[in-house]
Each structure stands twice: as C-alpha cells, then as structure tokens.
C-alpha cells in the first residue's frame, strides 16, 4: 500500500506566478482560457473542467492607506481540489465514479460518470467542474498518472517558491506546524493551518498555510464545513410528517361512505 | 449564519419539470388509492384518472432525467455499477439521488399494474398492491426536496423544509387536476367537491411547510438569495394560488372548485419549484 500523499500549500510564500496552473494545464492537456479583463490581475477565475488550479488573487488593498505599510495588500493562494478525508462529492455521487484511489486521493472515474452533477451541488470548494465537450464532470486527479509512476504532481513540480509542496502526508503536517510556528514568533498572528487535522471533512490532503480567516479565501470554517448528508435526516423527517399529515387530511376529505370504489 | 462557497449544479428546466411531474404523478396515484379504498362508488371514474396519469407521468419524469445528464446513454450507471472490479447494483442510502433513482424505477412498475387494471387489461389488483405503489408514490413526490437539502448549497441546504413542501404540494397540485379532468369524465360533482377540500388541506399543509422554509432560511442568513425582488413577485404568485383552496377550506364549502382555481393551484406547484431550482443557483 503507498503512503498517503498530500499537499501542503503556504500561501505566505506564493507570489501568484501561475506557474502551478500552466503546469497542470500541459500535463493534463486542459485547454487555455478565453482572456478576459477580470479587473483583477486574476484571468482564471474559477476552479472547474478546465481550470484544476486558480491562484486566487484576494484585493485587501485599502483605499486610503493611513499610514505606509499598514496592512496586508494581497493574499494569494493557489486553490485546488482539497481532496478530502470525507468527501462530500464522493458521498452523494450515485454512479459510483468518484473513488478513494491507493493513495487516498479523490479520484473521478470519467467512464463511469454520467453528468448527473450531483457533486458540483456538494462539493463546499466548487472544485468540480462539468464539461460540456465530455459530457461528464471533472476535477483535479492529484496527477494520478504521475503518482502511479513515481513522479511528483506537475504543479507542485513547478512552483518555483515551493508554495506548493508535495509529499509524504504526515512529513507535510510537521513541515506545516514548524513553518506556522515561525510564522506566530515573527508576529503573523493570523497565520493559521487550514485541513492539516481532522476540524474540516476528517482532513484534507490538500491542505494550507492561510495569512488569514478561511472565510477570506472562499473556504468554509470548520462550523461550516459539514456533509450533505446531514440533511437526511431533518429532510425526511420533514417529508414523512407531510406524509402523514397529508394522508390523514386526504382521508377526511374524500370519505364517501360507501367503502370500496 | 451559514457560509457557502459550492458553485451551483446547473440543474434547470428539465429537473424543475420532472419535480413537478414526479409529485403530479405520486400524488394523483396517492389519492386514487385513498378514494380508491375510502370513496364510494360514486368516485370510480376519477379513481381510474388517478390510476391512468401516473404512468405517462413517471416515463416523462425518467425521460427528463435522462435528458438532464451530460451523457444520458450512461442513464443505466445510475443502477449498476460499472467501476472496473467492483461491478453489482449501485444502491447509496445516503444519497437521495440513488434511492430516488430505484424508487422512480419501482413506481414505474406500480404506475403500468395500476394503468392497466384502469384500461381494464388485468382484473381488479390486491388491495396490497396500491397500498405498497402509495408509499412509493409518496418517496417519489417528496424525495426530490430532500434530494436538494443534501447538498451545500445556499437555501437547498439550509432548511428541512423541502421534502415535505414538495409533497404537500404535489398532493395538492393532483387534488386540483383530478378536479379538473373530472370533468371531462362525467365525474360525480360530489367527487370533485371533495377532492376540492382536499386540496384546501394540502394547501393549508403547504403554507405551514412554506412559513418553515422561510423560517429556516432567514435562520440561516440566505434568505435573501430567494426573496429579491423578481423572485418575492413569483413566491407571491405561489402563495396566490393557494388561496382558492384555503377559502374554500376556511369557508368550509362544498362545491367543486372552478377550472380556473385548478389551473391556478397547477401552475402554483410549478411555479414554487421553478423559484426553488432558479433562485438557489442565481
């Protein structure tokens, strides 16, 4: 059995090259993007069939700085699928195509899917895309195909300021917690780990270094990071009081009386 | 407050269609059976439109779904697994997509039992087996609610309230197009009477399970994604078309209601999961 691989992402050290999403563009044979003025110096945009990483652009900029230096200007981030502990995607996919691969990396099985995208409902990071060329959803593979071959993912390859880290999951999560603690004693008080333990969906094995609150970055906090199927329950609860209720009124209403019609 | 970064499924007019129909479908077989077993005689000739609709509904219903997916021929991997070395049934309890899927399927095989003792092709069924085809029926016309509550979407995965709307109003939605065919069946007028208080419970029903959405939603701070201004137009429709049956309820008359109060109660359970599916994703 391989070891378990992740990703570790230190946004503190990114520097929004993009080197991370041309290389999974070439690797993956994913096609470029249509330019477009985004009034940021992000042409990406999203995460989704095309798109396996986004270096995010986060604007902090203040309008009216009051004093030189006074804050963070930009934070940067190159999103990914964050391949989850406990996937929501996996969960509620009817088809059986999206698995759990030996290195414990979410995988989508795109001849099994059949573009239901029931996924891109649950998937909290909207690191699901669907295609309408294929017909079927896709998302980042952790370079499956690499792995398989004992080579590294092709944008942690490529990133230059090893923002993007690749490897051996618990090495990463120590790496992390010494990288974090350096970060607190030069005075970063809102550096923080986001999915190195089991606080959101059992665990990520993408997981990040944030220079602020998750929510900042378009990432749910833990009390927000929930499954889908925690809904089943209030949901048919709710469905089977409809029902009985609707069934006792449906019997009072049409009662004629004269037994079987 | 709940924060939500999902992107949204593109689920439109093809899976607000089949959630229309699928609660027209189980709620008319429903309250077939219920008269079926609690009517008189009198009703027989409703009872079997109640019996004749579902079918047509249900293939409608499989063929919309069919057409939603990206690759519809692979419609089939929805039932069985086709993962290399893990081939069998796919079956998810957890998932309501999954269990809808086998339920839409099973319904089917009810709807043509029921369509064809209607059309008089087999002789009068057990007792049993629209007692059975009615629990199915009522998963079918609910489970789509709940279907949308897994998930994380803002509003859809905010509230509890989705499954047992959807069902009030589908039950209401086939009390009103009962009404409606009856008459183009000679249907006794105390029939239709009576299916018209149905439908003044069901909206009752609905309204109760619309005041909890709103609740759960406004909870939840996504409140907003549904009530802006074109969408509060549309869920004042929705409840417009309520008030015909809760009227009628409230003033406790028993007439059958009139061809434009089904047509309205109709396009109001349309209406109300067209603002459910579009809003949400906006």
């Known amino acids: ?261 | 407050m709940a924060e939500h970064f999902a992107a949204p499924p593109g689920w439109t007019w093809y899976i607000a269609l089949y959630f229309f129909l699928a609660g027209l479908a189980g709620g008319s077989y429903v309250l077939a059976t219920i008269m079926r077993l609690r009517g008189s005689p009198q009703d027989a000739p409703i009872v079997r439109i109640g019996y004749l609709l579902p079918l047509p509904l249900v293939v409608v219903c499989a063929l919309f779904l069919t057409l939603d997916l990206g690759t519809p021929l692979r419609f089939w991997h929805m039932l069985i697994n086709t993962t290399p070395g893990d081939v069998g049934l796919n079956f998810h309890y957890w998932s309501p997509m999954s269990v809808g899927v086998w339920a839409l399927s099973i319904f089917g095989a009810f709807t043509l039992l029921s369509f064809l003792e209607a059309r008089g092709n087999l002789r009068r069924l057990p007792v049993a087996i629209p007692i059975v085809g009615s629990l199915f029926a009522l998963y079918l016309a609910s489970y789509t609610g709940v279907l949308l509550s897994v998930s994380n979407q803002p509003v859809w995965s905010d509230t509890w309230a989705l499954g047992g709307l959807f069902l009030a109003s589908g039950l209401s939605g086939s009390a009103a197009l009962l009404v409606w065919l009856g008459r183009y069946v000679n249907g006794a007028p105390q029939t239709e009477a009576r299916l018209s208080k149905a439908d003044g419970y069901f909206a009752l029903l609905e309204l109760a399970f619309i005041v909890a959405f709103f609740i759960t939603i406004a909870i939840a701070g996504t409140i907003g994604k549904t009530v802006s201004p074109f969408w509060a137009i549309l869920w004042i429709l929705v409840l417009l078309s309520l008030l015909p049956g809760i009227r009628a309820v409230v003033a406790r008359r028993e007439a059958p209601e009139s061809v434009a109060a089904s047509v309205a109660v109709i396009a109001g359970v349309l209406l109300m999961r067209l603002v459910i599916v579009f809003s949400a994703q906006s």
Not at chain 1, 34 to 39: E, G, K, L, N
Not at chain 1, 154 to 164: E, F, L, M
Not at chain 1, 245 to 252: R, Y
């Open chain 1, 1 to 261: 059995m391989p070891d378990q691989v992740g990703f570790f992402t230190d946004t503190s050290v990114c520097i929004g090259c993009k080197a991370c999403e041309v290389a999974c563009k070439e690797w993956n044979g994913l096609a470029g993007d249509t330019p477009q003025f985004r009034d940021s110096y992000d042409n990406t945009g999203q995460l989704d069939a095309e798109n396996w990483r986004h270096v995010k652009f986060i604007d902090l900029v203040p309008e009216a700085p009051s004093v030189v230096g006074n804050g963070t200007a930009w934070l940067l981030m190159s999103d990914i699928c964050k391949h989850c502990e406990h996937a929501s995607c996996m969960e509620v996919c009817p088809t059986n195509a999206i698995v759990k691969t030996e290195y414990d990396t979410v995988f989508i099985q795109p001849d099994v899917c059949n573009g239901c995208r029931n996924c891109i409902s649950a998937c909290p990071y909207s690191a699901i895309g669907f295609s309408k060329d294929t017909g079927v959803v896709h998302k980042c593979t952790f370079c499956y195909d690499r792995l398989q071959n004992n080579l590294m993912p092709a944008c942690a390859k490529a990133c230059p300021t090893q923002s993007i880290q690749f490897g051996n999951l618990d090495d990463l999560r120590q790496k992390a917690d010494a990288r974090v603690a350096a970060l607190h004693d030069q005075g970063y008080d809102q550096a923080q780990l986001y999915g190195r333990d089991d606080t959101v969906y059992g665990g990520l094995h993408a997981f990040f270094l944030l220079m602020a609150k998750p929510e900042v970055y378009g990432l749910p906090n833990a009390a927000n990071a929930t499954l889908p199927s925690r809904n089943n329950l209030g949901g048919y609860l709710g469905a089977a009081v409809a029902a009985v209720i609707g069934i006792f009124a449906g019997i009072v209403a049409l009662r004629g009386g004269g037994g079987d019609a």
